[in-house]
């Protein structure tokens, strides 16, 4: 998955830690160093290349976004929002750009016989404030790669989408008939996040996305649980197979699943993506299942 290679980022802290920390003792380790101020520039350029290098990891680490496939990017920007984390990566980018810059700036001055210990000091200073200008970007962009690298893996298999109203019981049968395995409880919202499981029918893999619960309200009220449901109904879905509880013991009344499921209908003829994807596998119809909780008949119809 494109996110699962994004490393762990570090805290401004333990950043500034490690480069002063290698810095002196690259001042004091070498007993080749003649003198005072070849002592301090060494420590000057070392701490330097270590924020600079560590900064410009980070940055690399991270996928550009222009490049991620379409739902992918739009995953990512519900779960944590893309234009925060350019605008953050760019800050990054600033500081391993001009921890460089101060670094170069203060060797000079060492060079040309200004007090080397008042430069370091200076140096210092000027690096720490950099690293303390973009704390709250590393701490984002470490919060951000937890959440991005949990997102499942979406192959380019047939895709079956389980959707319907909260606690109608999808996760129970994504576990019973796949290998996902996700969290059951009989209150609903219990599934904040899609999960993915395969089965394998006639010699052929088949992948099954369990998705959050749904209500029947506007796309624009549904909340980030709620449209990843609808991202993965919209990009990856070959079949949809919508869940319906006639017994109504999952708190909300059949008039209500049935509305949403007339929304889901609609919307997905007027998306250009679902509609194409639809067309292309002749072979594979959407489908609407209405699997009933407790004794009611089975019914399967078409989109
Ligand atoms: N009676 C009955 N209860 C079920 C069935 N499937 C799931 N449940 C229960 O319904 C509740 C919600 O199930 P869950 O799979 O978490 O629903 P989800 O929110 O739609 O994913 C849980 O308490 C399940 O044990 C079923 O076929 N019959
Ligand atoms: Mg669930």
């Not at 290679?5 to 007993?31: C, M, N, Q, W, Y």
């Not at 990054?92 to 210990?117: C, F, L, N, T, Y």
């Not at 989408?161 to 109608?168: C, I, K, L, R, T």
């Amino acid at each position: 998955m494109i996110f699962e290679k994004i490393r762990t980022v570090p805290r401004s802290d333990e950043l500034l830690d490690k480069a002063f920390r290698r810095g002196s003792r690259a001042k004091s380790g070498k007993i080749s160093y003649n003198t005072k101020r070849e002592a301090e520039e060494s420590m000057i350029m070392t701490a330097g290349n270590i924020l600079s290098d560590n900064l410009a990891n980070v940055v690399r680490s991270f996928p550009s976004f222009d490049m991620v496939p379409l739902f992918y990017r739009e995953l990512a920007d519900v779960v944590v929002g893309v234009d925060d984390l350019r605008v953050s990566l760019s800050k990054v980018e600033w500081a391993s750009r001009k921890v460089r810059e101060i670094a170069r700036m203060h060797i000079g001055r060492v060079r040309r016989r200004e007090d080397p210990k008042i430069v370091r000091q200076s140096a210092v200073g000027r690096m720490s404030s950099v690293i303390g200008r973009v704390s709250k970007d590393l701490d984002f962009l470490n919060s951000a790669r937890n959440v991005l690298r949990k997102l499942p893996d979406i192959r380019d298999e047939p895709t079956i989408v389980v959707a319907g109203y909260p606690n109608v019981g999808k996760s129970c049968f994504v576990k019973l008939v796949s290998s996902a395995n996700p969290e059951i409880a009989s209150y609903p919202f219990t599934t904040k996040g899609l999960a993915v499981g395969h089965f394998t029918r006639a010699g052929a893999r088949y992948q099954l996305v369990d998705t959050p619960g749904l209500l029947d309200r506007p796309l624009g009220e549904r909340n980030r649980i709620e449209r990843q449901a609808i991202l993965a109904l919209d990009y990856i879905a070959d079949v949809i197979l919508f869940i319906l509880d006639p017994s109504e013991t999952c708190g909300y009344i059949m008039s209500d699943q049935e509305n949403l499921l007339n929304e889901i209908r609609n919307t997905l003829k007027w998306c250009d993506s679902a509609a194409h994807r639809l067309r292309d596998r002749g072979d594979c119809h959407p489908l609407i299942v209405k699997l009933p909780l407790c004794s009611y008949p089975l019914f399967i119809g078409h989109l």
